[in-house]
Nanobody
Framework: QVQLVESGGGLVQAGGSLRLSCAASGMSFSNYAMGWFRQAPGKEREFVVS????????DYADSVKGRFTISRDNAKSTVYLQMNSLKPEDTAVYYC????????????????WGQGTQVTVSA
């Protein structure tokens, strides 16, 4: 049974940083592209960033480019999202996602979802 478990969310002031983690189990982690999505209250879930199976390819939404960094550790079956220069509009539930390609993740082709972790950025 595939499980994606996010951690690291919380409350932070604008301009601050958070690091999210997503630990995977029940899957051959290195065979999957990984990504992060987010859903703000009253809005649809949106793509944030994805990373290729090897970690060499990445794809960022324009809204987070230059502020967020995705990375993965295949030995630990974990993907990370370093979020810097956070803004109130980054407030959302952040979801980890697994897919067959990092390009496909941007299009919403997701094999598995995590349950999400709340990130709240105060002004």
């Amino acid at each position: 049974q595939v499980q994606l478990v996010e951690s690291g969310g919380g409350l932070v002031q604008a301009g601050g940083s958070l690091r999210l983690s997503c630990a995977a189990s029940g899957m051959s982690f290195s065979n999957y592209a990984m990504g992060w999505f987010r859903q703000a209250p009253g809005k649809e879930r949106e793509f944030v960033v994805s990373v290729s199976r090897s970690g060499t390819g990445t794809d960022y939404a324009d809204s987070v480019k230059g502020r967020f960094t995705i990375s993965r550790d295949n030995a630990k079956s974990t993907v990370y999202l370093q979020m810097n220069s956070l803004k109130p509009e980054d407030t959302a539930v952040y979801y980890c996602a697994a897919g067959l390609s990092y390009g496909g993740l941007r299009l919403g082709v997701v094999s598995n979802w995590g349950q999400g972790t709340q990130v709240t950025v105060s002004a």
